[in-house]
């Protein structure tokens, strides 16, 4: 039974290392959101996000790419929304505190790259394309991009808020992260 657990653990870390190649810098990262309220793009912001690839430039084909986000660092700038997109109706963050997107299909653009993956939020998993700009060197990189998602899609925002008479359905989501071996 020993033996057992560890060799699971040795897969399970060895599938992790070849995976975290290239590691986020959290202080030196970015991970925003913008919705439409009443007509006017109002900015959210994730503090706290992990993002682990062994993403090459030169051979995007087997890359892998993994992004994990706390749904409790979701920051609006107002406690009161804070405390309200937490709830139920639209994040589940007592439920489903962590989102996650995972991509093991990573493709060449003509102004960049797409990772080809699902987003899991509030236990909803759906395919999703994620553009993105890779810049740096072995050391040190920068990825950036953005993507709009519909809210319908993930349940976010339900009930009252299903319409979009106050709250629109487009979420444009961007980063910018520094990644270091």
């Known amino acids: 039974?020993?033996?057992r657990c560890l060799l699971l653990a040795w897969g399970l870390m060895s599938a992790t290392a070849v995976l975290a190649q290239w590691h986020s810098l959290v202080d030196e990262s970015e991970l925003t959101f913008i919705v439409s309220f009443e007509g006017l793009e109002i900015?959210?912001?994730f503090a706290g996000f992990q993002v682990y690839t062994n993403?090459?430039?030169n051979d995007p084909?087997?890359?892998q790419l993994e992004v994990?986000?706390?749904l409790r660092s979701a920051d609006m700038n107002d406690a009161e929304v804070n405390q309200e997109i937490?709830?139920?109706v639209w994040f589940d963050v007592p439920g489903q505190p962590q989102a996650s997107f995972r991509s093991q299909h990573i493709f060449t653009l003509a102004d960049g790259f797409v990772a080809h993956g699902t987003l899991e939020?509030?236990?909803?998993?759906?395919p999703?394309?994620?553009?993105?700009?890779w810049v740096g060197d072995d050391s040190r990189s920068v990825m950036t991009g953005e993507l709009a998602i519909d809210r319908r899609h993930f349940e976010i925002g339900i009930g009252e808020w299903a319409d979009d008479e106050v709250i629109g359905y487009p979420v444009t989501v961007k980063f910018r992260v520094t990644l270091v071996p």
């Open 1 to 3: 039974m020993r033996l």
């Open 43 to 45: 900015a959210g912001r």
């Open 55 to 57: 993403f090459d430039p």
């Open 61 to 63: 084909s087997t890359a």
């Open 68 to 70: 994990q986000v706390d």
């Open 86 to 88: 937490a709830g139920p």
């Open 121 to 126: 939020l509030k236990g909803v998993r759906r």
């Open 128 to 133: 999703v394309q994620v553009p993105f700009s």
